[in-house]
C-alpha cells in the first residue's frame, strides 16, 4: 500500500491551499485517514482525522479553518486549509489505517507535501 500527498505550496496569510492523499494497492478498505504536520524543530502533530463513516476531529488550532473530508471510492482524502497562517507552516503527512486484501490491519503514511505561509 502506497500514500500518495499533493497539494502543498507556497502562500500568503489569510489564502488556502487544498491537500489530497490517495492511497494505492492491496486495499480491501481504509478506516481511519488522517493528516499530520511537523513544523521545524517540533514533533509531528495530528491536524485532522476522519474515520470511514466520515467522523471528523481537528486539533484545536485549525478548527473552524480547515476542513477533512474523504471519497470511499476513489480511497481518497482531502483536506481543505482555509484562512491560512504563519504558524501553519509546516510538512504535511498523510496517515492511513488499512485491512489489506488479506484482512489484516496496517498502518501506513505518505511521503509527505510542504505547506509554506509567507508573506
Known amino acids: 500500500v502506497q500514500l500518495q500527498a499533493s497539494g502543498g505550496g507556497l502562500v500568503q496569510p489569510g489564502g488556502s491551499l487544498r491537500l489530497s492523499c490517495v492511497a494505492s494497492g492491496s486495499i480491501f478498505r481504509i478506516n481511519d485517514m488522517g493528516w499530520y504536520r511537523q513544523a521545524p524543530g517540533k514533533q509531528r502533530e495530528l491536524v485532522a482525522r476522519?474515520?470511514?463513516?466520515?467522523?471528523?476531529n481537528y486539533a484545536d488550532s485549525v478548527k473552524g479553518r480547515f476542513t477533512i473530508s474523504r471519497d470511499n471510492a476513489k480511497n481518497t482524502a482531502y483536506l481543505q486549509m482555509n484562512s491560512l497562517k504563519l504558524e501553519d507552516t509546516a510538512v504535511y503527512y498523510c496517515?492511513?489505517?488499512?485491512?489489506?486484501?488479506?484482512?489484516?490491519?496496517?498502518?501506513?503514511w505518505g511521503q509527505g507535501t510542504q505547506v509554506t505561509v509567507s508573506s
Open positions: 496517515n492511513a489505517v488499512v485491512v489489506g486484501v488479506n484482512l489484516r490491519q496496517s498502518n501506513y
Open positions: 476522519i474515520t470511514y463513516g466520515s467522523i471528523t
